[in-house]
Nanobody
Framework: QLQLVSSGGDLVPPGGSLRLSCAAS????????IGWFRQAPGKEREGVSC??????????YYPDSVKGRFTISRDNAKNTVYLQMNSLKPEDTAVYYC????????????????WGQGTQVTVSS
């Protein structure tokens, strides 16, 4: 079953940085496009980044709300995908999840498999 585990969430001040990690067991991440998603209280889950599979050239996708601040990357040797978040804002506060997805449809929360346990990111002074 395609279920990934996200970690690395924390409480950080506005303007701070954080790196989230996404790991899998039992299957190889580089065969899949991987997305990062977030859900804030009272809001729908939204996609915040996507990296294409390692089959061919790599493509990266970001919505305008995080473009220039968030960077997604993968380390195939560690079977891990990362989300580097810089210049964090209070509105970035949410539970963050990673999942296998389709980068053409990730923004609205489309995933393959099921949601794993997310990691809480809180941006506050």
């Amino acid at each position: 079953q395609l279920q990934l585990v996200s970690s690395g969430g924390d409480l950080v001040p506005p303007g701070g940085s954080l790196r989230l990690s996404c790991a899998a067991s039992g299957f190889t991440l580089d065969y899949y496009a991987i997305g990062w998603f977030r859900q804030a209280p009272g809001k729908e889950r939204e996609g915040v980044s996507c990296i294409s599979s390692s089959d061919g050239s790599t493509s990266y996708y970001y919505p305008d709300s995080v473009k220039g601040r968030f960077t997604i990357s993968r380390d195939n040797a560690k079977n891990t995908v990362y989300l580097q978040m810089n210049s964090l804002k209070p509105e970035d506060t949410a539970v963050y999840y990673c999942a296998a997805t389709d980068c053409s449809n990730y923004v609205r929360g489309f995933i393959l498999g099921s949601w794993g346990q997310g990691t809480q990111v809180t941006v506050s002074s």
